[in-house]
C-alpha cells in the first residue's frame, strides 16, 4: 500500500488544487494493492505511475464575439490521457464549472470506463468554462467555431474522437462538426452524438440514461428481482436523466423525483415521465412548471434545501440514480437515503458520490453500480456511431438498442466476476477499478514504454 500511496502523493504535488483529480486517482488506487502486489511487472515497468500522467495536456484560449459585437475570452482543454486501447475518446463539457482537475478527473474515469466497454477505444476528455445558458444559437454558433478552430489539429478519426457532455449537444456537436469540415476539407467520424443527417447515430441521445436502466437490470437480476414497482430518485433533468425515467417508466418502475438548478419535483405516487420530458425538451420551461397541471407533486427550491445535503436524497424510495453532477451525493445525503430505506445507488453521472459517501453506503452494505461501468452505454454507443461512419452505413434503432444491452449486461458481467474473484462479492466498484485497469495494464506492458 506504501507504492500506491507515493503515486498519490506524487499525483497531488504535481498537479496542485486538483482536488476532483485526486478524488478520482485515490478511489482507483485503493482498490488494485492486491493486484499490483501480485504483479511485480506492474511496478517494474510503472504502469500505475503512466496511467495517471496523461500523454498530453492541451489548453487554450476560446475568444468569441457576442451578438453585441463584445469580445470574450474562455479557455479550453482537451486531456488526451490513454490512447493504450484505441483512440482518445472522451466527451466535450462546456460549463462554467470547468477547469483543469474537473477534466483531468472526467478523462481518468474515461479511461477505465471505455476499457470495461471491451471495445478499442482510449480515454479523454475536454471542454470549456462557457455557459451556453442564456446565448443565442449565433452565440453559441460563434463559440463552437472558435473552439474547433484550435481543437481540430489535435484530433481525428483514429486520433481522437470527441464527444458531447454536459452543455455539448447535437446542435453544439454539430456547429462544431461544421467548423472542422470547414478547415479540413474532409468528412469524417471525428465526432460522436452527430445529428443523423450529419452520419450520426441512432439512439446516441438516448444511450447513457438507457444503457443506466440495463445496467440497472442487470444488477437487480442478480439477485433475481426486477424493475417493476421499485421506488427511484433521479436527480438532474438533462440529457441522461430524461431519458434513464423513461427506460424505468417503460420497466414499470416508479419514478418519484428529478431536480434542476432550480430546485427539486417530487411526487409520492410517480412522475408523469412523458410531461417532464415535453417540458424540458419542447417547451424549455421548469421543472416548477409540472405544478400547473398536477397540483399533487411538490417542489422544493434549492435554498429550502437541508444544510449540506440534497432534497432529492431526503425521500423513501428504493433505489437512488445520481445523474447531475461529480460529488451531488454528500455523506449527509447517503445518510438519509440509507434512513429512508434506499438499497441500491446506480449512479449515472461521472463520480456523483462524495468519498464520505461511499463510506457510508459500504459500511451499511448498499449495493452500489459505480459510474465507470454503470454510464458506459454512451461511449459504447459513440463506438457504433465510429463505425457506422467508417463503414459507411447506418444501423436500424433496433440494431444498436440490441447491441448497447449486450455491452451493458458485458459490463456488468465483467465487474461481477472481477468482485468475486478478488473476495469481494457485491463490491461492483472494486470490481470496475480492477477491471478496467488489468485490460489497459496489460495492453501498456505488451507496447512497451511508450
Known sequence: MQYLQGILQTVKESNPNEPEFYQAVEEVLSSLKRVVDGHNDYKKMGIIERLVEPERQIMFRV?????????????????????????????????????????????????????????????????ADFDPKGKSDNEIMRFCQSFMTELYRHIG???????????????????????????????????????????GSALRA???GYGIAYFLSAMLDAKNDSL????????????????????????????????????????????????????????????????NTHSEAEFTPVNQYPNNGHKVWQYEADIALPCATQNEITKNDATSLVENGCLIVCEGANMPSTAEALTVFKKHKVYLGPSKAANAGGVATSQFEMAQNASMQTWRPEQVDEKLQQVMRTIFDTVSTTAKQYSHEDDLSLGANIAG??????????????
Open 63 to 127: 475568444p468569441w464575439l457576442d451578438d453585441n459585437g463584445n469580445v470574450h475570452v474562455n479557455r479550453g482543454y482537451r486531456i488526451e490521457f490513454s490512447s493504450t486501447l484505441g483512440p482518445f475518446k472522451g466527451g466535450l463539457r462546456f460549463h462554467p464549472s470547468v477547469n483543469l482537475g474537473v477534466v483531468k478527473f472526467l478523462g481518468f474515469e474515461q479511461i477505465l470506463k471505455n476499457a470495461l466497454t471491451g471495445l478499442p477505444l482510449g480515454g479523454a476528455k475536454g471542454g
Open 228 to 291: 417493476q414497482g421499485k421506488r427511484c430518485l433521479v436527480s438532474g433533468a438533462g440529457n441522461v436523466a430524461l431519458h434513464l425515467m423513461d427506460k424505468l417508466s417503460q420497466c414499470d418502475a416508479i419514478v418519484l423525483t428529478c431536480s434542476d438548478s432550480k430546485g427539486t419535483l417530487y411526487c409520492k405516487d410517480g412522475l408523469d415521465v412523458e410531461l417532464v420530458k415535453h417540458l424540458k425538451t419542447e417547451q424549455g420551461a421548469e421543472l416548477r412548471d409540472y405544478l
Open 206 to 208: 438516448e444511450a447513457t
Open 437 to 450: 485497469f488489468e485490460r489497459v495494464a496489460e495492453a501498456m506492458m505488451k507496447q512497451g514504454v511508450v
Open 157 to 199: 478519426a483514429t486520433t481522437d474522437v470527441p464527444a458531447g457532455d454536459i452543455g455539448v449537444g447535437s446542435r453544439e456537436i454539430g456547429y462544431l462538426f461544421g467548423q472542422y469540415k470547414r478547415i479540413t476539407n474532409q468528412f469524417q467520424g471525428v465526432l460522436t452524438g452527430k445529428p443523423l443527417l450529419m452520419g
